[in-house]
């Protein structure tokens, strides 16, 4: 049965913090926080000012080196946070969250057959 809340994600999420800072183009500053979930193709953020669906961000996801992301607001659910979707990033930056994200799902696999 289709009832329309397939998930529509090319990627799968995973379930990892991971600090970011948010930028918005004339805003005041960076506003620092952490992913809740985090995709090769998007991130939620959990926020009690969320940003309006269409809001266009820059992000910095700090892993080894810090990821440069052009990403826009996809879902808002009012004081609890956001779905971002990655529009850019440069392909060295692309392919350093891949490697994270592959090894980050060994470790969870891993640690799933341990229990």
């Known amino acids: ?59 910095r996801l700090q892993l080894e080196n810090t990821l440069l992301v052009a990403a826009t607001v996809v879902t808002c659910d009012p004081q609890v946070g956001n779905g971002i979707r990655f529009e850019r990033m440069l392909p060295e930056d692309r392919e350093e969250l891949q490697k994270y994200l592959e090894a980050q799902a060994q470790d969870e696999s891993k640690q799933a057959g341990a229990s």
């Open 1 to 59: 049965m289709n009832d329309g809340s397939q998930n529509r994600r090319e990627s799968s999420r995973l379930k990892i913090r991971i600090p970011i800072e948010i930028e918005v183009e004339g805003g005041t500053g960076p506003i620092r926080g952490a992913t809740a979930d985090l995709s090769l193709g998007g991130c939620y953020v959990e926020t009690m000012f969320p940003f309006p669906v269409g809001t266009t961000l820059d992000l």
